[in-house]
């Protein structure tokens, strides 16, 4: 399958422990890249902060309180610490959805604040107990990137990093209790203006937070049966009408099956909310669901979470579905 090159995101594949950033490794994933986004004004102090910014610059409207509400029921503090080298990185609060999860991390220091710099760090991993993608029978994978990096005026740094993993539907991150250990190496910068800059080594070391992931029910829409949608090639030909099954929608994210000679076509879907809004998907990745080979999963991404309650379309393609 085509391969897309990463430049800001690490992506794996499980087994794998950790890789350089910028290379995906999983070969039946297809991910839609989504670039760092810094605040153009004002400065999140917390997920809900910046959720609230990421809203208002993808919709050009401000987040409902409806949302916001959403937002805190999947939001949870943490407060774990790690220190090394006399840096210590807080896991502040995390965010968690089906198969997304929203990380808040502080670093202590003293860092420069410089819009251009992009913080980051050059090693990331993150391992459950148990393990989500255990009852699956063919390969998945999990990424990381950082949508969010910011030096308060304290001088600590504030990190965002989403983690996202393909299930393809058949399990959840919030189905189970699970422990939860995040691994961090060295922190690093980069200038984003010069993409031809190498990271900055600012403190070397390695971290590691552990916490806990509680069950949490979270609603879902599943469309029954088949779904037609006309879709555009993504190789140049011509509009086809494929065929989706198996799709659900949930707060972080959006699930279906197609057949392998359908998974080529452009079926990036969208949210059309009740007032107008429409909510496109960030990232994407795509698996097959049976070891035949034959059934294509995808599943996308939501760069917020979304109150489902509302929704009122799915868009997959030129195509429009009512959910109410």
């Given at each position: 399958q085509e391969v897309w090159n990463m430049t800001q995101q690490e992506r794996k594949t499980p087994g794998k422990r950790r890789i350089p950033r910028g290379i995906l490794v999983a070969a039946v994933l297809v991910l839609a890249l989504t670039g760092t986004t810094l605040a153009a004004v004002g400065m999140p102090q917390t997920l809900q902060d910046w959720f609230a910014m990421e809203w208002q610059e993808r919709t050009d409207s401000d987040i409902s309180q409806e949302q916001l509400a959403l937002i805190d029921s999947l939001t949870q503090e943490v407060g774990v610490s790690d220190t090394q080298n006399g840096v210590t990185v807080t896991l502040d609060s995390i965010t968690v959805g089906s198969s997304s999860m929203w990380m808040m991390l502080h670093v202590s220091g003293a860092y420069g604040e410089n819009e251009d710099l992009r913080y980051h760090f050059d090693g990331i991993d993150l391992t459950m107990d148990p393990d989500p993608?255990?009852?699956?029978?063919?390969?998945?994978?999990?990424?990381?990137?950082?949508?969010?990096?910011?030096?308060?005026?304290?001088?600590?740094?504030?990190?965002?990093?989403?983690?996202?993993?393909?299930?393809?539907?058949?399990?959840?991150?919030?189905?189970?209790?699970?422990?939860?250990?995040?691994?961090l190496e060295n922190v690093v910068c980069n200038d984003m203006t010069d993409p031809e800059d190498e990271d900055l080594l600012l403190t070397e070391g390695s971290w590691k937070l552990?916490?806990?992931?509680?069950?949490?029910?979270?609603?879902?829409?599943?469309?029954?049966?088949?779904?037609?949608?006309?879709?555009?090639?993504?190789?140049?030909?011509?509009?086809k009408t494929v065929t989706f099954w198996d799709v659900a929608i949930t707060a972080t994210d959006i699930t279906f099956v197609q057949s392998e000679e359908d998974q080529m076509y452009d079926v990036r879907p969208s949210l059309v909310l009740e007032d107008?809004?429409?909510?496109?998907?960030?990232?994407?990745?795509?698996?097959?669901?049976?070891?035949?080979?034959?059934?294509?999963?995808?599943?996308?991404?939501?760069?917020?979470?979304?109150?489902?309650?509302?929704?009122?379309?799915?868009?997959?393609?030129?195509?429009?579905i009512p959910l109410t």
């Open positions: 993608e255990q009852q699956h029978n063919t390969p998945g994978g999990y990424g990381f990137d950082y949508p969010y990096s910011k030096v308060s005026s304290d001088g600590t740094l504030m990190v965002l990093v989403r983690f996202e993993i393909d299930l393809a539907g058949l399990s959840s991150l919030t189905d189970t209790h699970r422990q939860v250990t995040l691994l552990q916490f806990d992931l509680e069950p949490q029910a979270q609603d879902a829409i599943q469309i029954p049966g088949q779904v037609q949608a006309e879709a555009r090639s993504t190789e140049g030909g011509a509009n107008g809004t429409v909510i496109e998907v960030g990232n994407g990745a795509s698996r097959f669901r049976d070891e035949a080979y034959t059934e294509w999963s995808s599943v996308w991404y939501w760069p917020v979470p979304v109150d489902l309650s509302q929704a009122a379309a799915l868009r997959i393609g030129e195509t429009e």
